[in-house]
């Protein structure tokens, strides 16, 4: 258990559809980061929040959206889904900016 | 188990061979850089890391080279078992900016 709870761990859903996708940071971890990997693009930074401030942004589609709670959970919405939004969802955390991450075990979305 | 990456390079060693997974990073300016494993079915695993400072850091059976000169990475794991099967990434960070993972290695221990 690497202390980053992501749930939850499969998911499938139509396309159109909306859901969310929840992620626990390791205790102690500000920085909360989220990853997409499909088979074609390998991990794919989507992206940060910092102490309940968004701090970067990656290639994340305009369908999607995250933000970081007072507690420090954070969600990523997906919208209006595609087949093409398929893919493994990771978060990761971090105690601050520049160090290394802690990934979860993922949430797998299979859009039909 | 969940397939990541179906077009990776792929590495098959003996068991009990060293193994060499090498890497080229983009950013000649990043200071920071990290291997991970991932399993399959798992989130990535912090394996080792090192600064730009440096050149050579040694774990328990993993060494990683940094070779800024040409941009390239490489993780040695020495005596190769069965579970060290997984996918590895080599991973970048410039200052405070987010992780940028390379496209990964396959490595298949053949035992």
């Known amino acids: 258990d690497s202390g980053v709870t992501q749930t939850p761990k499969h998911l499938i859903t139509a396309t159109g559809q909306r859901v969310t996708l929840r992620c626990s940071p390791r205790?102690?971890?500000?920085?909360v980061y989220w990853y997409q990997q499909s088979l074609d693009q390998g991990l794919q930074f989507l992206i940060q929040y910092y102490n309940g401030e968004e701090r970067a942004k990656g290639n994340i589609l305009e369908r999607f959206s995250a933000q970081q709670f007072p507690d420090l959970h954070s969600e990523l919405n997906l919208s209006s889904l595609e087949l093409g939004d398929s893919a493994l969802y990771f978060c990761a955390s971090s105690v601050g900016l520049g160090d290394g991450y802690t990934f979860g075990s993922g949430t797998r979305l299979t859009v039909v | 188990g969940e397939s990541v990456g179906l077009h990776l390079p792929t590495l098959s060693v003996q068991e009990g061979d060293n193994s060499i997974i090498n890497c080229a990073y983009s950013?000649?300016?990043?200071?920071?850089f990290i291997w991970y494993k991932q399993e399959s079915g798992k989130g990535p695993q912090f394996i080792i890391d090192?600064?730009?400072?440096?050149d050579k850091r040694q774990g328990q059976r993993v060494t990683v080279l940094l070779n800024k000169t040409v941009k390239h990475l490489s993780l040695q794991i020495a005596a190769t078992q069965p579970g060290d099967s997984a996918v590895y990434f080599c991973a970048e960070i410039l200052g405070n900016t987010p992780l940028v993972f390379g496209k990964g290695t396959r490595l298949s221990v053949i035992a």
């Open positions: 090192i600064r730009s400072n440096m």
């Open positions: 205790s102690g971890d500000l920085s």
């Open positions: 950013n000649s300016a990043s200071d920071y």
